[in-house]
């Protein structure tokens, strides 16, 4: 089975910058959709950003030009880049997998990874 396993998660003051990595064991060639999702305790768990095997990107209105998702394809990993960081970013960040675009049948989930940002 393919796993995913996020890094790069840590403390960080607002206005300072993370990045986080996703790791699949696989390639992620195989996947048509990747993509970062983050829980807060006590919340849904939202969509971040993601991105397609054709590159087109989508991103959740609160980080839109603040994060930026890309993928390494020869390294089999997603990155997420974020700037700008305010405390409302803070939850656990988790990568996912999606073979179809129009099916999260099956999604690939990684174990998360905590970012907090706090002064």
């Known amino acids: 089975q393919v796993q995913l396993v996020e890094s790069g998660g840590g403390l960080v003051q607002p206005g300072g910058s993370l990045r986080l990595s996703c790791a699949a064991s696989?390639?992620?060639?195989?996947?048509?959709?990747m993509g970062w999702y983050r829980q807060a305790p006590g919340k849904q768990r939202n969509l971040v950003a993601s991105i397609l095997s054709d590159g087109a990107t989508n991103y959740a209105e609160s980080v839109k030009g603040r994060f930026t998702i890309s993928r390494d394809n020869a390294k089999n990993t997603v990155y997420l880049q974020m700037n700008s960081l305010k405390p409302e970013d803070t939850a656990v960040y988790y990568c996912?997998?999606?073979?179809?675009?129009?099916?999260?049948?099956?999604?690939?989930w990684g174990q998360g990874t905590q970012v907090t940002v706090s002064s």
């Open positions: 996912s997998a999606d073979r179809s675009r129009w099916s999260s049948s099956g999604r690939l």
């Open positions: 696989g390639s992620i060639f195989s996947f048509d959709r």
